[in-house]
């Protein structure tokens, strides 16, 4: 069961004098949260549409996710149904969320070797990052889900964040007192793998995922940061991508610039036996 309710939810209505629409989404990711100076801290947020026919990509920005009132702080894998505006990103997918109007629905759960959450992301894999890359220079594709061929190796690097986070974050600590500081990231995580393309230069790229920061955090207090991004290793390569993983990438790109894709979450449910 997803969110109950009054049917397909293309409900048009006005929201702040733009019009716009009542839409269901099943969330895949979260980014990690992004200090700005205009929204003091948000999150992107993408996720597949279920009240269209086929069902779509579609991201959300901005999401003070950490700012939401209890009763609207979703999980991955969990539906949610909101009002959404056209906004000033341009890419397909994007679209303007009034977070005030969010209702959760049900979480998905893994039951089954994950069959309830394929059922949902099965149908939109591509074949490769590079043929999105290529797709998205055809009509400005920017999300989308694909299996790579071979995840060579998970690596990380140590980052110095711009003076403007710095800024942003104390900014969002003076406004919100209440709420714990954003710890800017110290290090950047990627993967390297290659496409099932016989030219596939190999890519090394970003993963953004707000799940790698909270778990390395959570490994760096148990562990020391040195053993802490050890153990990281061994649950996103060694665990998530290893034998028995049917491995998938959640990719994006960035909002200035098209022609860089980042990994925005891992999807890696049981290889599926019997054919």
């Not at 949902?120 to 043929?131: A, H, K, Q, R």
């Not at 800024?167 to 709420?179: E, I, R």
């Not at 714990?180 to 110290?186: C, R, T």
Request: glycine share 8%; proline share 7%; net charge neutral.
């Amino acid at each position: 069961m997803e969110l109950g309710g009054e049917g397909h939810l293309h409900e048009a209505l006005m929201t702040g004098g733009r019009m716009g629409e009542r839409i269901q989404m099943l969330v895949t990711v979260k980014a990690y949260p992004n200090p700005s100076v205009k929204y003091v801290e948000s999150s992107c947020v993408a996720g597949i549409r279920t009240d269209v026919s086929p069902p779509e990509w579609i991201r959300l920005y901005p999401v003070p996710f950490r700012d939401l009132e209890t009763d609207k702080q979703f999980k991955k894998y969990q539906f949610v149904n909101l009002e959404v505006t056209s906004g000033s990103d341009v890419r397909p997918e994007s679209l303007s969320p009034n977070n005030d109007s969010i209702q959760l629905g049900d979480w998905v759960n893994t039951k089954r070797a994950w069959a309830e959450r394929r059922r949902y992301v099965d149908p939109l894999l591509v074949d490769s990052l590079c043929w999105i890359k290529r797709q998205e220079k055809l009509d400005g594709t920017s999300l989308g889900v694909f299996r790579p061929d071979e995840i060579v190796d998970f690596t990380w690097k140590e980052t110095v964040q711009p003076e403007v986070s710095q800024a942003a974050s104390d900014q969002s600590s003076l406004l919100t007192p209440w709420k714990s500081p954003l710890e800017q990231p110290k290090y950047i995580f990627r993967y390297r793998f290659r496409c099932a393309e016989p030219h596939c230069p190999t890519h090394h790229i970003t993963l953004v995922d707000w799940e790698v920061q909270q778990a390395f955090r959570r490994n760096r207090a148990h562990y020391g940061e040195a053993e802490g991004l050890v153990k990281l290793k061994e649950k996103f390569f060694g665990e998530m991508c290893g034998p028995g993983k049917d491995t998938m990438f959640y990719v994006g790109n960035m909002f200035q610039r098209h022609n860089i894709f980042m990994i925005l979450g891992v999807f890696w449910p049981p290889t599926p036996t019997g054919g």
